[in-house]
């Protein structure tokens, strides 16, 4: 294990991301370290990420988890939740990863936008910036509409716009709302 201490849960993703690589699981890194590579750079503790699985898979992750001597705790959400499942990791120093089995509206090909960020002589798959913006309309805290304006304005490549109108209406109505809110005009 890579973390030394408490505060390093982004050391605790990258192993986390070894066991998922290893059992050919489809993930992407969202939340602040997502935003960190598509705009704001935040101080933060978060590390979570979505995965492809299946909650009968999500059962077998959780022993690879273990057996590589991690702890986990999984929640399943209700009928009205939009995340299906949750899979948390975390390490003897209290180190965490949150592991989002499905993210309803999510599109299935986010995983193939995703792109490959280098961070410790090592690399993670980080959601692709349409579908952060897309998934930061639906969350629709003002943090979270802060992100994704910050990631509209990120100098890095061109913005597909109409992609990003279709996987933000996936999310519902409220989400494409907030995204016409914040496209610059």
């Known amino acids: 294990m890579r973390a030394r201490g408490p505060g390093q849960s982004a050391l605790l ?7 998922l690589t290893d059992k050919k699981i489809d993930y992407a890194v969202i939340g602040a370290m997502a935003a960190s590579v598509h705009g704001t750079i935040r101080a933060t503790t978060d ?3 979505l995965i492809a699985v299946t909650k009968p898979k999500l059962g077998q992750l959780e022993n690879a988890f273990k057996k590589a001597g991690l702890q986990t705790e999984l929640r399943s959400g209700d009928s009205d939740d939009p995340i299906p499942a949750l899979l948390t990791v975390t390490d003897k120093h209290s180190n965490r990863v949150d592991l989002l089995a499905g993210l309803r509206g999510l599109d299935p090909d986010a995983f193939t936008r995703s792109i490959m960020v280098d961070f410790h002589r090592h690399r993670l798959r980080i959601i692709g910036r349409e579908d952060f913006i897309a998934m930061k309309c639906f969350a629709g805290s003002p943090k979270d509409i802060a992100d994704a304006r910050d990631a509209l304005k990120s100098p890095h490549e061109p913005i597909d716009i109409d992609l990003l109108r279709r996987l933000t209406r996936r999310f519902g109505r409220p989400a494409a709302d907030i995204l016409e809110q914040i496209l610059p005009a």
């Open 47 to 49: 590390a979570d990420a």
């Open 13 to 19: 993703l990258l192993d986390v991301a070894t066991i």
